[in-house]
Nanobody, 116 residues
C-alpha cells in the first residue's frame, strides 16, 4: 500500500510561482512512475506532468511546457511540481499519483488558485 500526501497549494496572483510537494510512504515504495493531475471545477481530471521514478524521462501536457517542472527527491520519497508564470487557467485541485505494480495510487489533492 502506498500513501501520498500533497502540500504547497495556495492562492497566488497571475505570474507568480508555487511549488507543490508529494511525499510517499508505505512499506515498499518503489513506483514505476509518478504523475501530477489536476481537476478544475466542472472539468475532467487531466494529466499535467509525469516522471519515471528511475531515470530522467519527464512528460508534460502542452499547456504547461516551459512553465512547470517535475522533479524527484529519492532520499525523501518526494516528487515536486515547480509551477512558474501561473495563469488563472491553472486554477484547479492538483493530485499526485504513483503507479506501482500496475496499480495507481492517488493523494487527497491540494488546491491551487490563481487570481488575475
Amino acid at each position: 500500500q502506498v500513501q501520498l500526501v500533497e502540500s504547497g497549494g495556495g492562492l497566488v496572483q497571475a505570474g507568480e510561482s508555487l511549488r507543490l510537494s508529494c511525499t510517499a510512504s508505505g512499506r515498499t515504495f518503489s513506483p514505476e512512475r509518478m504523475d501530477w493531475f489536476r481537476q478544475a471545477p466542472g472539468e475532467e481530471r487531466e494529466f499535467v506532468a509525469g516522471t519515471r521514478w528511475s531515470g530522467t524521462s519527464t512528460y508534460y501536457t502542452d499547456s504547461v511546457k516551459g512553465r512547470f517542472t517535475i522533479s524527484r527527491d529519492y532520499a525523501n520519497n518526494t516528487v515536486y511540481l515547480q509551477m512558474n508564470s501561473l495563469k488563472p487557467e491553472d486554477t484547479a485541485v492538483y493530485y499526485c499519483t504513483a503507479i506501482q505494480q500496475d496499480q495507481r495510487y492517488w493523494g487527497q489533492g491540494t488546491q491551487v488558485t490563481v487570481s488575475s
